[in-house]
């Protein structure tokens, strides 16, 4: 206790250090960059994966109407396209 009858409380902060990490063999250098190799490894897999996510997209029925609706338009655009060619040839 102290001279105002305080108990004194003797406390050392300790700052908590984060547990070192293991470093995978091969993907990282010994200062923690990425070797060319994981960094290519990871982006093929990247676009991989949106390749795949595109193609399993396509395959449901909701994107076969959506592609059929648009492809009905393409149609529709063209065949008001030729309407017009003929009308200004005189062909119609």
């Known amino acids: 206790m102290n001279e105002n009858h305080e ?3 003797d406390a050392e902060i300790v700052e908590e250090q984060a ?3 293991a470093v995978p063999a ?3 250098s010994e200062g923690g960059v990425p070797t060319f190799e994981h960094v290519r490894d990871r982006i093929e ?3 991989a994966t949106g ?3 595109e ?3 396509e395959a449901t029925p909701e994107a076969k109407a959506v592609e059929d609706q648009f492809e009905a ?3 529709a655009g063209l ?3 030729e309407e017009i060619r003929r009308s200004m040839r005189g062909d119609a």
């Open 73 to 75: 338009r393409r149609q």
């Open 26 to 28: 091969g993907d990282y």
């Open 19 to 21: 547990p070192p990490t």
């Open 55 to 57: 193609e399993l997209a």
């Open 51 to 53: 390749i795949g996510t």
């Open 45 to 47: 897999s990247r676009v």
């Open 79 to 81: 065949d008001k396209l």
């Open 7 to 9: 108990p004194v409380i």
